[in-house]
């Protein structure tokens, strides 16, 4: 085709897997290779009637008129090519088919429409087609004899925006099994996915994608909103396969205290705190040895201690790269600062046919048709959206702000607003203070078009730390406003000044972090900083316990999750209580949050907390210092300090009683036993047990009852195996009594309980030599505490699994459980306790004498290679293994 096709196309993008190595090994071979290749890719998209429009190296692209056609010519692309002999160059092609509208403008094609397609090419193997999910749906019924859509499932592409369905086209001739496909789902990474498409910036992209890797530490400066985090989300995601440790993500806008920047990135890592360790210190042993390239976002408020960090890091691990965004830069030796522009501009005159392809055009006009479904770029508005564009200097931010008015206001409209009200916008070159006047105007400006009820919200909202929800929105909003708090926040999230977090079922809101300061400017400006934060305060404490008393109820894991979601703005309350002397709220807040932090393995910043609080002089109120000694206590035993534990849960104790509070007696008691129980004093923790039970069965506190009664099980059990004579029928009796409790934890709903009383079941089970009902019971175990979240005895349940496993001569198995068991605890922080290092200690004697060094060295190591969710699936499969 000699013209170039116009209107909805289908594009075929191609090329040379691996050609840089092979231009590198095979230079003058290559040469021919490549023009053989170009002949090949040529012949079969003139024979399907398709127009080249654009060639750059060994890459190809193509528009068609019809689907069906570029999937011929990719066939029979394929079919040549690998057909060809080519000695030590063999050439292998990525394919990869979208279809949908662009703009074709002098022999070339513009539009969204064109990225898709080139990352669909980018995710595909050599010799593998890819087509979209538009263009598979126009092919499926009319695909010839010998072709065939293969489902491939949905899959993050390098946007970062939603899932695309993807398919491969199998033929006849053509080779049909490629490993998964290169995709943000299957390389190591946490970066967040948009709901928006990442528009332009390609010259920036490519720049960075070849400055990073040369560049041990990158930073991207520039004002707020110019783009800095999209742009560096979007050269890792071009860099994941680079990096086999993966790519992390920081955001530290949400750090309001220097000394939670470690935790932000031992968050993102997956590294755990180990208590009594600074965590930075954790954070290095973990880096050393890793290929990973780190993002640090929102730099600028924090930059000496990040700039410390990344300079112990950089230091420590060799192979680590960092990528920084921030207003400034870090100061580090040996730091390539890399300032941002705003995006390119349009220039006079203003032609539609022309503007298209300017990005800033693109992205107003992008964001433009998500605000009002009409919107088309015409002759007629085209002068009023250049306008905007170059009147808001490209800033990206800002752009999508003026976009998000178009539906109320006409392009004209407002072109005419930005001209009033920010002037100075159009005036001579920018200093690093203009660029922040020019987003401070245009956020100023959206401001100033929200209603006295929107501005009202958006203040109050900026009190709130890494995100809010709906219920914490309505707390703070006044009863007075006049308008319900959703509306008024449905609202905002219209005009993009509220962005929905979409990561979690819990439906969360925030804002971007430069909205979020210009808003707790304008909130101070107002008066009103004492009273907001005194509404978020008392809104979190009353939040807090609350969920603290969900935790253990059947509502547990929607409690968990809640409080996972909003600890920033716990720590905040923590934060600002302590700072301000009145320390009741942070004391409320650190005792509602005991199990929680205990359960999800919260060791090292908990501590923290507990020693700072208890250690304060103020008068506190008695229950209330009752409740955080039982918490501290809690984590004491849990760290193995039982001296420290005995100490705390004996002071809670005397306070308890001296309050005359039942029920806090009888859990600083049933605590007090378990502390016993883990030092092996059985006969101690006996006495605790039922002095706990009188108390719990005095006011009907069920779980209370059923904790102990558990735990006495586990003791009489206990005390009879440490003299050897448990026969099988006592086994058999401790079981059938477990298993009253068993029923009993299920009808309670707490499943952390109910993961503790199958594993106690489990073990006896195996005890009565009852394997499968022991396999069985272990299995729901381990299902239930990697729910539940509680690493720590998710550990203890590996423990069971790895005797199990050795018991029943699967001496494999049992190494590499052992191996996960160990990692587990060394990612959290934690030592086995003495009961638990009896059964580590037993299985790992018993498989270490039954396979050779070489044989356990492997297992161990694969299991020690396994994250948390792979073991925990890993040990099902051995428990299930072992029943059959």
Excluded at 84 to 93: K, L, P, Q, S, V
Excluded at 214 to 237: E, I, M, P, S
Excluded at 282 to 299: S, Y
Excluded at 808 to 834: P, Q, S
Aim: a negative charge.
């Amino acid at each position: 085709m000699d013209t170039p096709p116009t209107g909805t196309l289908t594009f075929l993008f191609t090329d040379v897997e691996g050609s840089t190595r092979l231009w590198e090994q095979y230079p003058e071979a290559m040469q021919d290779a490549l023009a053989a290749h170009d002949r090949a890719l040529r012949a079969a998209i003139a024979a399907h009637g398709g127009y080249v429009f654009s060639t750059a190296g060994d890459a190809f692209a193509a528009a068609f008129l019809r689907p069906g056609r570029a999937i011929a010519a990719a066939i029979e692309a394929q079919r040549t090519l690998s057909g060809t002999d080519w000695g030590d160059t063999e050439i292998r092609a990525r394919m990869g088919i979208h279809t949908g509208d662009a703009e074709e403008r002098e022999g070339d094609y513009f539009g969204p429409v064109l990225n898709r397609g080139a990352r669909l090419m980018a995710a595909a193997h050599g010799q593998q087609i890819v087509v979209s999910a538009v263009t598979a749906q126009l092919v499926r019924r009319s695909l010839p004899a010998g072709v065939a859509l293969r489902d491939l499932g949905e899959h993050r592409l390098k946007d970062l925006t939603d899932p695309e369905h993807l398919f491969q086209i199998d033929a006849d001739g053509l080779r049909t099994q490629f490993p998964p496909l290169r995709t943000l789902d299957v390389l190591p990474n946490n970066l967040p996915a948009y709901l928006t498409p990442f528009v332009g910036r390609e010259d920036e992209v490519h720049q960075l994608t070849a400055l990073v890797p040369d560049n041990r530490l990158v930073t991207l400066t520039g004002a707020g909103g110019v783009g800095k985090t999209r742009l560096a989300l979007q050269v890792a995601a071009e860099l994941l396969e680079d990096h086999a440790g993966g790519v992390w993500f920081v955001d530290l806008s949400v750090v309001g205290s220097t000394e939670l920047i470690p935790k932000q990135l031992a968050v993102a890592l997956g590294i755990q705190e180990q208590a009594n360790r600074p965590i930075s210190d954790t954070l290095l042993d973990a880096l050393v040895g890793r290929d990973a390239l780190l993002i640090f976002d929102n730099c600028e408020h924090v930059i000496d201690e990040v700039a410390s960090l990344v300079e112990r890091v950089l230091r420590s691990a060799p192979l680590i790269r960092v990528l920084a965004t921030s207003r400034e830069a870090l100061g580090i030796a040996g730091e390539f600062a890399w300032r941002v522009p705003g995006m390119a501009l349009p220039t006079d005159p203003f032609d539609p046919a022309t503007l298209t392809a300017n990005e800033s055009i693109r992205l107003f006009v992008d964001r433009a048709v998500r605000a009002d479904r009409t919107f088309v770029l015409t002759r007629d508005n085209a002068v009023a959206c250049a306008r905007i564009c170059r009147g808001l200097d490209g800033l990206p931010l800002a752009i999508e702000l003026a976009a998000a008015r178009i539906g109320t206001l006409s392009p004209q409209q407002v072109a005419e607003r930005l001209d009033d009200d920010l002037g100075l916008l159009t005036k001579g070159p920018r200093t690093a203070q203009a660029r922040q006047q020019t987003l401070r105007g245009a956020i100023d400006w959206s401001y100033r078009l929200l209603s006295e009820s929107e501005q009202a919200l958006l203040r109050i909202l900026s009190t709130f730390r890494g995100g809010f929800s709906l219920e914490a929105v309505e707390a703070l909003w006044s009863p007075g406003a006049g308008h319900p708090a959703l509306d008024v926040l449905t609202r905002l999230v219209d005009q993009s000044l509220v962005t929905l977090a979409t990561r979690r079922p819990l439906r969360h809101f925030r804002l971007l972090e430069t909205i979020r300061q210009y808003a707790w400017e304008q909130l101070q400006a107002a008066g009103e900083t004492e009273e907001m934060l005194s509404r978020h305060r008392d809104y979190f404490v009353d939040w807090a316990e609350a969920q603290g008393r969900l935790v253990s109820a059947p509502n547990q894991l929607e409690a968990l999750e809640a409080l996972e979601a909003d600890h920033d703005n716990l720590r905040a309350v923590l934060q600002r209580s302590i700072a301000s002397g009145d320390l009741e709220p942070a004391l409320r807040v650190a005792a509602a949050l005991s199990t929680f932090w205990w359960l999800h393995s919260h060791f090292g910043e908990s501590g923290g907390w507990y020693e700072r609080l208890l250690g304060a002089r103020q008068q506190v109120p008695s229950r209330i210092r009752a409740k955080l000694l039982i918490g501290a206590g809690q984590f004491s035993m849990a760290v193995c300090d039982h001296e420290q534990a005995d100490t705390r849960l004996q002071e809670a104790l005397g306070i308890a009683r001296h309050v005359a509070s039942a029920r806090l007696e009888g859990w600083a008691l049933a605590y007090l036993m378990s502390n016993e129980a883990w030092r092996l004093d059985l006969e101690a923790a006996g006495t605790f047990a039922a002095q706990s039970l009188a108390v719990f069965q005095r006011i009907g506190e069920a779980l209370g009852i059923g904790y102990v009664t558990f735990l006495q099980i586990g003791l009489d059990f206990g005390a009879k195996w440490r003299t050897g004579a448990v026969s099988r029928e006592e086994a058999e009796g401790y079981l059938e009594r477990l298993e009253v409790m068993l029923a009993a934890g299920r009808a309670l709903g707490e499943r952390n309980f109910l993961a503790h009383v199958l594993d106690l079941a489990g073990g006896l089970a195996v005890a009565a030599a009852e394997i499968e009902k022991g396999g069985e019971y272990l299995t729901e175990a381990v299902a239930t505490f990697f729910v539940v979240g509680n690493q720590q005895c998710l550990a203890h349940a590996f423990d069971r699994v790895a005797t199990l496993a050795s018991d029943r001569g699967r001496y494999v198995e049992a190494a590499k459980v052992l191996g996960a068991t160990d990692a587990l605890r060394r990612h959290i922080g934690v030592e086995a306790r003495l009961l638990e290092k009896i059964a580590f200690d037993g299985a790992l004697e018993t498989t270490r004498q039954s396979l050779s060094s070489q044989q356990f060295g492997k297992a161990w190591a694969e299991g020690a290679a396994m994250d948390g969710e792979q073991a925990a699936e890993y040990a099902r499969e051995v428990t299930g293994a072992v029943r059959g």
